[in-house]
């Protein structure tokens, strides 16, 4: 899939909400996917324990609200 200036806006209003969550981009995709209760399991990649331990921060803050979702699907 080609980077096109829609993807990277789309990616630079992720960011923001991230930022706004208090999140890293990552960390609030990891959480997005673990709020799902279908979900039993997220393989995280990483080659660094500090990199393991950074994406882990993700369960600081699993919740959304519903504006951040409502939000999340307007971006998407």
Avoid: H, Y
């Avoid at 890293?24 to 990199?51: C, F, N, Y």
């Avoid at 919740?63 to 307007?74: G, M, N, P, V, Y």
């Amino acid at each position: 899939e080609q980077v096109t200036p829609e993807k990277i806006n789309q990616l630079q209003q992720l960011n923001a909400l991230a930022v706004e969550r208090g999140q890293k981009l990552a960390q609030m995709a990891l959480s997005w996917i673990l709020r799902d209760q279908r979900i039993t399991s997220v393989l995280v990649g990483a080659s660094r324990p500090e990199q393991l331990a950074d994406s882990l921060k993700c369960l600081d803050n699993i919740t959304f609200s519903q504006a951040e979702l409502d939000k999340i699907d307007r971006i998407l």
